[in-house]
C-alpha cells in the first residue's frame, strides 16, 4: 500500500489540518481524517497519485472558514492560492487539485471532471448507518440550538428525503463501492418512517443527552 510523502503530511498535518478546528462539530477534525483514510484506500484501488489525492482529500472543506453554500468552490480557491503546495505539484497538478475540491460536493449536478474528483466526492460521503444520521443531528443541534425535539426531527426528516432518499440530490462516482451498499440499506430506513424515527431517537438522545420526546 503506497502513502503520501513523509513531508508533504507532515506541512498538511501542521498547517492545513488544524484550521478544521474551527467548523462546525460534523466537520471538524474526524471528518476530514476520515475523507484522507478513505481517499488514499480508494487511490491505492485506483492507481491514482498519492500525494494529490492526499492533498485534496485535507483541503477540501477549507471554504467552511466562509460562507457554506460556496464552500467547494472557495475551498478550491484556497488551494490553487496555496503557494507552498509548488514544492510538490506542477501549476497543472494543482488546477487538477483545484477542480478535484470543486467538484467533490454531494449536490453538484455535473460528474467530476477527473478521477481525482471521483474519489474526494466518494470519500466525502461516508456513507454508513452512523455517519449519515449522526452527522445530520450533529449539525441540527449546533446550527438550530432554538429547536425542540419535534423541529429537529422535522429538520431531519427532510435532509434525509432531500439527499439520501431514492428521489434524493446525493450521486455516488464509484459503482460497486462500499457507499453504495451502505446508501442502499440507509434508503431503506428512510422509505420507512417510524424506522427513522427510531434512528432519529437513538442519535438524538446521545448527541443531546436528552431523552424528551417534546
Known amino acids: 500500500m503506497q502513502n503520501p510523502s513523509l513531508d508533504l503530511m507532515e506541512f498538511i498535518e501542521r498547517n492545513i489540518l488544524p484550521r478544521y478546528s474551527a467548523f462546525d462539530k460534523a466537520h471538524q477534525m474526524q471528518h476530514v481524517t476520515q475523507v484522507i483514510r478513505s481517499s488514499i484506500k480508494l487511490a ?15 483541503y477540501h472543506d477549507l471554504g467552511l472558514e466562509g460562507p457554506r453554500a460556496i464552500h467547494h468552490i472557495t475551498s478550491g480557491k484556497i ?4 503557494a507552498r503546495l509548488k514544492k510538490w505539484f506542477s501549476p497543472q497538478q494543482i488546477k487538477l487539485m483545484k477542480e478535484a475540491v470543486e467538484d467533490h460536493r454531494a449536490s453538484a ?11 474526494v ?5 461516508e456513507i454508513s448507518e ?5 452527522r445530520t443531528v450533529q449539525f441540527g443541534l449546533e446550527h438550530y440550538p432554538g429547536m425542540n425535539v419535534e423541529e429537529h426531527w422535522k429538520r431531519f426528516k ?4 432531500e439527499k439520501y432518499s431514492s428521489k434524493g440530490y446525493i450521486h455516488l462516482w464509484i459503482p460497486g463501492s462500499e457507499n453504495e451498499k451502505n446508501l442502499s440499506e440507509i434508503r431503506k430506513i428512510i422509505e420507512v418512517p417510524a424506522l427513522l424515527r427510531e434512528k432519529f431517537d437513538k442519535y438524538f438522545e446521545e448527541e443531546s443527552g436528552s431523552k424528551d420526546k417534546v
Open 130 to 134: 452512523d455517519s449519515v444520521f449522526r
Open 121 to 125: 466526492a466518494e470519500a466525502d460521503r
Open 44 to 58: 491505492n484501488q485506483l492507481g491514482a497519485d498519492m500525494d494529490m489525492v492526499y492533498t485534496i482529500a485535507a
Open 158 to 161: 427532510a435532509h434525509m428525503d
Open 79 to 82: 488551494l490553487a492560492a496555496d
Open 109 to 119: 449536478s455535473h460528474a467530476p471532471r477527473s478521477i481525482f474528483g471521483r474519489i
